[in-house]
């Protein structure tokens, strides 16, 4: 179901199910996911209200929204984080932070990012719409997360996919690292993971 959350709240998620959010939810008592997918599909605002973010082990972050937790707020990521609708069996899309400077989106020891590459360069991707100024790191955790990949469509080995991506061009991130990248042929090609001016990528080698 597509619904916005209002007031002093505090969200959890412990179900198997389901949850969009389509609107702009203003509640500040943080999202704790421990079970099921919760999908951000807000157009404006916050998907996930003000307040911190938690993703744990077994619970699903997805959707093409914002994500836009407010002063030193940020998002922790034990579980799944799934850019685009493809946890729900949609399409790919863009799920995108607005972090404010000094906070940042944590991967812990387990996490994954589920990704849909679709042959022609088309794919789920991170982006952080921050302009809180340049040099900021949005991302930590190095060497925690591992790439869960679903290749498609016509050679999508030929491909460069942006895993992360700073759309504010003075941003820079940093070195981060992955733990493994799983999903692709390993027996006929390398995965490579790696930083592209303010942009992390994902290609493949034979």
């Known amino acids: 179901t597509g619904v916005a959350i209002h007031g002093l709240t505090q969200v959890e998620v412990t179900s198997g199910t389901t949850t969009v959010i389509s609107n702009d939810s203003s509640y500040t008592g943080g999202t704790t996911i421990n079970g099921g997918t919760f999908l951000v599909d807000n157009t404006i605002g916050s998907g996930t209200g003000t307040g911190n973010v938690l993703v744990n082990a077994g619970g699903t972050l997805g959707g093409k929204g914002t994500i836009a937790p407010t002063g030193t707020n940020s998002v922790t990521v034990s579980g799944n984080l799934s850019p685009g609708d493809t946890a ?119």
């Open 88 to 206: 729900s069996g949609g399409t790919t899309g863009t799920l995108k932070f607005n972090l404010s400077s000094g906070t940042h989106l944590t991967f812990n020891s387990g996490a994954t990012l589920t990704l849909n590459l679709v042959g022609g360069g088309t794919s789920d991707e991170v982006n952080f719409t921050s302009a809180a100024g340049t040099g900021n790191e949005w991302l930590a955790g190095a060497g925690n997360l591992t790439l869960v990949l679903d290749l498609s469509g016509t050679d999508p080995y030929a491909q460069t996919y942006d895993v992360f991506n700073n759309a504010i061009g003075n941003l820079t991130t940093g070195q981060f690292t992955v733990a493994d990248i799983t999903g692709y042929d390993s027996s006929a090609y390398t995965a490579v993971f790696d930083q592209s001016g303010n942009n992390y990528d994902v290609s493949f080698s034979p």
